[in-house]
């Protein structure tokens, strides 16, 4: 690397003399070096010209352009055979042109620097770092500064403009220590750039090397910001980043001080490979008080690990935006729960790629008294399995401590399950496989069998699903012996491919000794995805409403359900879904540790009413009391008990299928 950098002045021509045997004579062969001047001086040559501008390079070489071809190098990997092309540099530096003349006589070439200068009108001289900083600095868009040592110290505060170019040579990096502050003040117009000292596209050559080397992963360290608070980053570009063992590899690191924040980012091209325990933006050992928004992460390793401290929500992306298809290589959000203390309550809403738990530790993750995990719906939690067999989560005071578990969209699985948010674990395409990962327990009651649990070893749901003839899909959850569908049942068809007479009449519905069904208020918009559908006995009666290999449990079956629950006491809180989206205040006793998921469906009564939604579930079972009655269990917003209960055969109940 030189120490310093000279500006040749491109009105300075350079001959060059050489020449080629001809028939009578031999005469020398021309060449001038090249010389331009931007469209805005016309009347004279310039060696500097404006970034974004549209400049003329003007050809003087002796001899004009008769028999001659032309290779112009701008020196930013853009070319042209014209004779005085026009070209638009697009990022400010120092570029080293180079004009290729070829003639009947030979080939001869003239090479000179053409510094591009910032809208400000400054050069972009180049500044060495190689000590640390130990008064308050800022460094200006004026200059390209290359770090030329490892780590050097920011002991102070140290300003970085908007537009500003930092490189960092082989192996080098940042540190920002205690008592020191890292300010990052780029716009959406002029990121501060990060990146490696062989990257040409920003500030040209600033190695020195030519067009010798092209900026890859892991040219340089990373960013840490140790011990110290109040580090602020805002548009800024952080590329190229990462040497390390692939264990380690990262680019910014953001400590464990207070409130340090990165917004509006781009981490891209940054180095990592599918065991990297660590990642692009690395936010393990941060406090709750630190803050990742509006970042965009693609092409690297893995874009971000967080810790059990650390809120993430919905505001960064995790692809190209000029090209979605590219993402990352382990594209998810990965969580270390070994090097972070616990906060009471943190909150996880991004839901373009999972959370991944378990790349630190197959040991588990203990939620401990008080501690709450908020999440939005859509949330997905993949659990790693590096040991076997695998990651899971304990709940010391129950399942209130993940909020929303049972939300819209969020799921619990195996980070081989591509079918939620993608390749996680970077193999380019698998399933989940069964056992991969422990499970969710609780204390004294083992492990939850909740209906988006797939892939675990301790819970009744496989992760399986059964179709109707109409094709709805139903999840499955296993209860002791037993193997229950977890949504109530929504056919309009028996299992034959026969249609079942729709009833929505109330004085027609009460004359009924024949099947039917219907919806609740007669509305299936708002009511058939999440209640299903009410059916009379005698359609449960004809044995062919559920799927084949599925039937309409006995009252017997319905006693084994509830006496593997407990008993009818406390069976019904371990079958209701949890929290009141549905279920009346105060859903008394609901766990639904079973994972069976009973939604309170309300009934339409044999006269023909509706009544109940958000108050009772009735289930029907397929064993009549009387040739008027049969029997059915009911669960209620206001106890956790099951009620066994025979009711009138025109009424009509919710079905849940059992299999075979």
């Given at each position: ?11 300075m ?16 062969c ?160 002029a ?42 980053l ?7 980043a ?63 690990i967080?810790?059990i ?34 906060a ?74 591509d ?20 499970g ?34 139903y ?25 079942i ?40 009666h ?40 549905h ?37 029907w ?23 066994r ?16």
């Amino acid at each position: 690397m030189k120490k310093a950098f000279i500006l040749i002045t491109l009105g300075m021509l350079i001959l060059f003399n050489f020449s080629c045997k001809q028939a009578a004579t031999e005469e020398p062969c021309l060449l001038y070096a090249p010389a331009f001047y931007a469209s805005n001086h016309p009347a004279g040559y310039a060696d500097t010209v404006s970034v974004n501008a549209s400049i003329l390079f003007h050809n003087i070489t002796s001899g004009g352009n008769v028999g001659t071809t032309w290779l112009w190098d701008f020196g930013d990997g853009a070319t042209s055979t014209a004779y005085e092309p026009y070209h638009t540099y697009t990022s400010i530096g120092t570029y080293i042109v180079k004009l290729t003349n070829t003639t009947a006589c030979g080939t001869a070439s003239a090479s000179n620097n053409c510094v591009v200068k910032g809208p400000t009108g400054c050069i972009k001289e180049i500044v060495l770092v190689g000590a640390s900083i130990n008064t308050a600095t800022t460094w200006d868009s004026c200059h390209i500064y290359y770090v030329e040592t490892t780590f050097p110290g920011l002991f102070a505060t140290l300003t970085i403009e908007a537009g500003t170019i930092v490189k960092f040579g082989a192996q080098h990096g940042m540190l920002v220590n205690t008592g020191g502050r890292l300010v990052v003040n780029g716009t959406a117009a002029a990121p501060v750039i990060f990146t490696s000292s062989k990257d040409d596209s920003y500030g040209g050559d600033t190695n020195d090397d030519g067009s010798a080397s092209a900026p890859a992963k892991g040219d340089w360290q990373f960013i840490t910001f140790g011990l110290s608070s109040d580090n602020s980053l805002n548009y800024c570009k952080i590329m190229y980043a990462g040497y390390a063992s692939e264990t380690y590899e990262q680019a910014l690191n953001m400590g464990d001080g207070e409130n340090n924040s990165i917004r509006n980012s781009v981490f891209a091209h940054n180095a990592g490979g599918t065991d990297s325990k660590f990642a692009a933006l690395n936010m393990s050992w941060c406090p709750i008080s630190c803050v990742a928004q509006g970042n965009t992460f693609f092409d690297n390793g893995h874009p971000v690990i967080i810790g059990i401290s650390t809120n993430f929500d919905d505001s960064n992306i995790f692809h190209n935006p000029a090209n979605p298809a590219e993402t990352n290589l382990c594209n998810g959000i990965f969580v270390d729960v070994v090097h972070s203390t616990q906060a009471q309550t943190m909150t996880w809403s991004e839901t373009e790629v999972a959370f991944v738990l378990g790349g630190w530790t197959g040991n588990g993750w203990t939620f401990y008294a008080n501690k709450i995990l908020i999440l939005g719906d859509n949330v997905v939690i993949k659990f790693a399995h590096y040991t076997v067999p695998g990651f899971g989560i304990l709940l010391v005071s129950g399942d209130m401590q993940i909020q929303n578990h049972n939300g819209t969209g969020v799921v619990f699985t195996s980070y081989e399950d591509d079918d939620y948010k993608g390749d996680t674990n970077g193999d380019g395409a698998s399933s989940g496989t069964s056992g991969s990962w422990e499970g969710i327990s609780y204390p004294g009651i083992n492990w939850y069998s909740w209906p988006n649990i797939y892939f675990a070893v301790h819970n009744g749901s496989s992760g399986e699903t059964v179709s109707d003839i109409d094709g709805n899909v139903y999840h499955t959850v296993t209860i002791g012996t037993q193997v229950w569908m977890v949504e109530n049942l929504k056919t309009t068809k028996y299992n034959d491919g026969t249609a079942i007479p729709l009833v929505t009449d109330g004085t027609a519905w009460s004359n009924l000794t024949t099947p039917g069904y219907c919806w609740y208020n007669n509305d299936a918009a708002t009511y058939k995805t999440t209640y299903g559908a009410l059916y009379n006995w005698y359609a449960v009666h004809t044995e062919k409403l559920c799927p084949t290999g599925w039937h309409v449990p006995t009252d017997g079956e319905l006693t084994t359900l509830t006496d593997f629950l407990g008993g009818e006491l406390i069976a019904g809180g371990k079958m209701k879904e949890t929290g009141t989206t549905h279920w009346l205040s105060p859903n008394t006793g609901a766990t639904n540790e079973s994972g069976f998921t009973a939604v309170p469906t309300g009934v339409r009564y044999g006269g023909g009413g509706f009544d109940g939604i958000g108050s009772w579930c009735q289930m029907w079972s397929s064993f009549e009391y009387s040739t008027i009655y049969a029997w059915y269990r009911s669960l209620v917003y206001n106890g956790s008990n099951v009620v066994r209960n025979y009711g009138y055969k025109t009424a009509g109940y919710p079905v849940r299928c059992l299999r075979d």
